[in-house]
């Protein structure tokens, strides 16, 4: 009886592990068309879209269904989700969320001013610090749906802390983030964008 268990295990271990190479094929099948934009390995080269390298899986899931539900607007994501399964999407978000991410080089000086910011926040305008959620190395927290922040470009990280103040970006739960960068001002924006960019 033991024996015939052991058999099964290591027959099923078997094909999982022969089917592996064909499942990761699989998914790069299904990101061909995210790489244009999001580069082969998740680290984009124009710093208006975002570096998915590295994001938790749970995160780009829930994003790409917010995008196919329309709750989450981009003309050229929401259509390029539409097709896209639960399965398609979990494929994507695993693909990508194994790369790693590629930190760039930053302007220190500009980072150096987010540094406070992002670790202590503005106590005057009621700003809290951006790592009690997204983490002290901006890792983000995965089961909260918070994503990791850290090599994520400057310029990315501005435009969706202005959709998030203009009310046009709406996907956070209890408006957390819309509240947040309600408050901060274009210079303490850029700080903090430029700060996170150089995390890892």
Not at 19 to 31: G, N, W, Y
Not at 93 to 105: C, D, H, L, W
Request: hydrophobic letters at 45%.
């Amino acid at each position: 009886m033991f024996g015939s268990t052991v058999r099964s295990l290591l027959i099923s271990s078997l094909g999982f592990l022969l089917a592996a190479p064909v499942l990761a094929q699989d998914a790069k099948t299904k990101v061909a068309t995210c790489m244009a934009c999001h580069g082969p390995d998740g680290n984009s080269v124009n710093p208006e879209w975002p570096s998915l390298a590295g994001q938790h899986v749970s995160y780009l899931v829930a994003q790409l269904q917010a995008y196919k539900s329309g709750a989450r607007k981009n003309v050229n994501m929401n259509a390029m989700v539409a097709g896209l399964s639960d399965q398609d999407m979990a494929d994507i978000a695993g693909y990508f969320s194994a790369q790693p991410i590629q930190v760039a080089s930053i302007d220190a000086t500009a980072a150096a001013a987010g540094a406070g910011l992002y670790r202590g926040g503005n106590a005057a305008t009621g700003v809290p610090a951006c790592m009690a959620c997204h983490g002290p190395g901006g890792a983000g927290n995965p089961s909260a749906l918070v994503p990791a922040m850290r090599g994520q470009h400057a310029k990315y990280t501005t435009l969706q802390l202005a959709a998030y103040k203009s009310g046009e970006r709406a996907t956070d739960r209890a408006a957390i983030m819309r509240t947040i960068a309600g408050r901060l001002s274009d210079e303490e924006t850029a700080a903090v964008a430029a700060f996170i960019e150089g995390l890892h």
